[in-house]
């Protein structure tokens, strides 16, 4: 919960005040400190610059190295470097461009362009937008620091099992990667909360579903695709990061474990990934593809079906990169099958953008240069995806230079060209400048052509049999003048990304300025000064048409002299609306936080917490975990309220409840799509039970020991029973008494699941044994961390109580909290209950296949 330390029913001027005089009040709230004092900011602006420019650091990085690479392939027998060092900089490569470059890259933009599209204020958490920032750099900077160092991880960018294992990679090598990626993608799983809650709760009043901006459906299908996808990386490096440090044996199979399942875990995130950097790029073109046709997109609800069904369709083909390791041949043909359905709603997307080309008049800009080089290249990549799709192609292609190539033709085809469409398109938003272009079409053509001679031949040598991720190879292959001409494509290539860094440069410092929607554009964005200021907008608008249907020149002019929604400044509150998901409609009053620092702090004590477990030093990590757990409970009592306010005017003649006296607020929300994220974490350690359970070697283990029944009934009552004193917390508060006394029961009940559930585990027979008790010990553990968590949530309720934070109106801390004990009760039962059973069908041989 976030709200303002001032609080009072002020009412708002009666007329509205003049323009200017608006613009310095609302400056002077929601403005970020100079100096240092930028380092408090939270600011939606501020911070999806920074993303983006740290994305683009990152892509320069990538960039470097696959240049490395470029020079060690260029001829036979190649020295330059040797194979220990040529296996981390093709890991960091790879590494680098999948989560240090392409997804931040997106989030930047996301960050950025989603208020001004939706007609918001800022995001809906904001501090958690820099808390994620920090996470991010910080784990990028661990990976590139490991590099400099000369102990980045060798293993690939997928960290295949068994090679990543401490038998193959000792060191911390592998350890970097696992604890690097993990930090790294605390900061997507924030990025896909903010971004959910943003699009369907904080909309401009009147914004349906139906009137969204096109590019608003796609960043929301796109973030609960992180959402769902990214969890089960995030468990398999916890578990390989367990085998490595503590041999648990997940991925043995001399004890138990399957090399396997860590492929079935990463491609569960890995194939999605691929949409998730394809999508936000599909929505750009849907937005600026309209603009220069100067029509409507054609098939908007085409478009949003087409989009969800690749985002459906994406999280069941996984295994599509998995065709040569054994799996069934009924398995080879649904997932063959599978991948080319996703062609359709991909084609459906693309013909669309066609259409509204055909049914428009093409208005030729730098813009639309780009989409035509993504056009042909996406094309292509399509094309080849189709082909290695079919299990007798792959079977021959699997691990050549045709993957790689494929894989280009997509990703940079499908998400780079895009981009740098879309930087040119946004730029004069984020600089309020226009560009003469005198680089820009240059640079396309050096880019356009040098990807081609670069990608298009390795089609080539993947066909003629070259192998991915060797160091050198035979001058007899025949492979010399194809990779000598790959590697001078790849020059051309940097080179034009060189003079693009450099077009954009010159227009940031030299540019002509303009006024207001330059490329004549019909989203809410333009309706803003540029560049931005620090609210957006001065007032909130009424949407009573689809979101790429206004006209913002005259909408703007109105917005700036207070004529919207909260035209007006009160008691120094960052304001903004929230609107009911699918009709529009406001519902509550939105109080975000100013600057502060406490996102930096926290993202400090977590990289710090996260090096201390890099190094080993296990104990000493429990004092930056606590200073975060601090930090966190921090966060919420800077700021608290102690009054109700009750309805409040918000213009236009309408009141409304502040967000903390509504009955579904933006962190409600928000705790439930964690708790869908979490869920499909502990969901994959499931999965993965059950995998080494049904095709492991080496079941069953050769001693078997049941969980004693006492304790784990025991268990399940207590974490019930803290549920239900959750539950009950919330009535007696609504009723007008006091929770202090169901608090206390349910911290109680969550402490005896925690010491009943650290005797069940410390009962397991020797977790480093056997997989079956690894998984059990790992199960007991899982359920044991979130009673430990919902302990913490109950002695914070009670803190909020006792301070007179807490009333019938204010009662959203424990509705909060209640949704956790109930999430913690429901996961112990599962793991107690899968604890249980998979002791007794270890035993009985004939239930596996």
């Known amino acids: 919960m976030t709200t303002a330390p001032h609080q009072s029913r002020e009412a708002p001027p009666a007329a509205p005040p003049s323009a200017l005089r608006l613009h310095r009040e609302l400056s002077a709230i929601w403005g970020t400190p100079p100096g240092w004092g930028r380092l408090s900011a939270v600011n939606h602006t501020i911070l999806g610059k920074r993303f983006i420019i740290a994305a683009f650091v990152f892509f320069v990085i990538g960039g470097l190295l696959a240049m490395l690479i470029r020079v060690q392939l260029a001829t036979s027998g190649s020295a330059f470097v040797g194979p220990e060092i040529y296996g981390q900089i093709f890991t960091m490569h790879g590494t680098v461009m999948m989560f240090l470059f392409a997804i931040p890259m997106f989030e930047g933009f996301a960050i950025y362009l989603l208020p001004k599209l939706l007609g918001a204020r800022d995001m809906a958490f904001p501090r958690l937008t820099a808390y994620g920032f920090w996470c991010y750099v910080l784990g990028g900077s661990i990976l590139v620091g490991a590099m400099l160092a000369g102990v980045a991880p060798a293993s690939g960018w997928f960290m295949y099992t068994p090679l990543s294992s401490s038998a193959y990679t000792p060191g911390i090598s592998a350890d970097v990667w696992l ?14 909360v903010e971004i959910i809650v943003t699009v369907l709760k904080l909309r401009a009043p009147g914004m349906s579903l139906d009137r969204m901006p096109i590019m608003a459906w796609y960043l929301l299908i796109v973030a609960f695709m992180m959402l769902f996808g990214f969890p089960p990386l995030i468990l398999g490096s916890i578990l390989l990061e367990l085998e490595r440090a503590a041999d648990l044996p997940f991925f043995d199979p001399t004890r138990g474990g399957d090399p396997l399942l860590w492929q079935h875990l990463f491609w569960l995130f890995a194939h999605p990934e691929v949409y998730i950097i394809f999508l936000p790029a599909a929505g750009a073109i849907s937005t600026i593809l309209p603009t220069f046709a100067r029509h409507e997109l054609v098939g908007y609800r085409i478009i949003v079906v087409a989009v969800i069904a690749v985002a459906f369709l994406s999280f069941g083909l996984w295994v599509h990169h998995m065709f040569t390791v054994g799996i069934p041949h009924l398995a080879l043909a649904f997932f063959s099958a599978a991948s080319g359905l996703v062609a359709i709603p991909t084609a459906v997307q693309i013909f669309a ?38 299990v007798p192609f792959n079977h021959q292609a699997h691990d050549t230079h ?10 940079i085809g499908g998400f780079v060209f895009p981009m740098m469409a879309a930087t040119y398109y946004w730029l004069p938003h984020f600089t309020g400048r226009l560009a003469d272009h005198r680089l820009s079409v240059p640079a396309f053509w050096l880019i356009f052509g040098g990807f081609n001679l670069t990608f298009f031949l390795m089609h080539l040598t993947g066909l003629l049999g070259m192998p991915r991720r060797v160091a050198t190879y035979a001058a007899e292959a025949g492979w010399d003048w194809l990779n000598l001409l790959s590697s001078v494509g790849g020059f051309v290539m940097t080179a034009g990304f060189a003079l693009f860094a450099a077009d954009v440069l010159v227009q940031i410092r030299f540019g002509k300025g303009f006024r207001r929607n330059p490329h004549q554009a019909r ?60 009709s529009g409609r406001p519902e509550q009053l939105i109080v975000l936080p100013g600057p502060t620092r406490l996102p930096l702090w926290s993202g400090l004590a977590t990289c710090a917490f996260v090096l ?90 050769g001693e078997v020991v049941l969980p004693a029944p006492v304790p784990v009934a025991g268990c399940v009552a207590v974490s019930v029973l803290a549920a239900i004193a959750g539950r009950k917390a919330v009535t007696v ?23 009943l559930l650290a005797a069940l585990a410390a009962a397991v027979p020797g977790p480093t044994t056997h997989s079956l008790h690894a998984v059990t010990f790992t199960l007991l553990f ?38 956790w004990h109930d999430y913690t009760a429901v996961s112990t039962i599962v793991a107690l209950a899968l604890a249980v059973a998979l002791p007794l069908l270890a035993v009985v041989p004939e239930t596996r296949p």
């Open 179 to 192: 604890l690097g990626i993990t930090f790294v993608e605390i900061s997507a799983l924030a990025a896909a």
């Open 353 to 390: 953008w066609i259409a509204t080309l055909a049914q428009g008049r093409l208005r030729w800009d730098v813009p639309m240069l780009y989409l035509a080089g993504f056009f042909v290249i996406f094309v292509i990549g399509g094309l080849t995806g189709v082909m290695v799709a079919m």
């Open 402 to 411: 045709f993957i790689v190539a494929h894989l280009h033709y997509v990703l």
């Open 523 to 582: 989203t809410l964005e333009w309706a803003m000064p540029t560049p931005p200021t620090p609210y957006a907008f001065a007032s909130l608008p009424d949407i009573t048409d689809r979101a790429d249907r206004l006209e913002p020149g005259g909408l703007g002019n109105r917005l700036a002299r207070g004529e919207g929604y909260l035209g007006f400044a009160r008691n120094r509150w960052l304001e903004t609306l929230g609107v009911d998901m699918v």
């Open 612 to 701: 201390c477990l890099l190094f080993k030093l296990y104990l000493l990590s429990l004092l930056p975990l606590i200073a975060v757990v601090w930090l966190f409970l921090g966060w919420t009592a800077a700021t608290a309220a102690k009054a109700d306010l009750g309805l409040l005017p918000v213009g236009r003649g309408r009141e409304l409840p502040p967000h903390w006296e509504a009955e579904r607020p933006p962190s409600w929300w928000a705790m439930i799509f964690t708790l869908a994220g979490d869920g499909t974490l502990f969901l994959s350690l499931v999965f993965g039970a059950l995998f080494l359970w049904l095709v492991a070697p080496g079941w069953p283990p």
């Open 733 to 755: 508060l609504r009723a007008g008494g006091s929770p202090a006394l169901w608090l206390g029961l349910g911290a109680l009940m969550h402490a005896a699941t925690v010491a």
């Open 782 to 819: 899982y359920a044991g961390l979130h009673a430990g968590i919902g302990l913490v949530y109950a002695g914070y309720c009670l803190w909020r109580q006792g301070g007179g934070y807490l009333s019938r109106r204010r009662s959203l801390d424990l509705r909060i909290a209640a949704l």
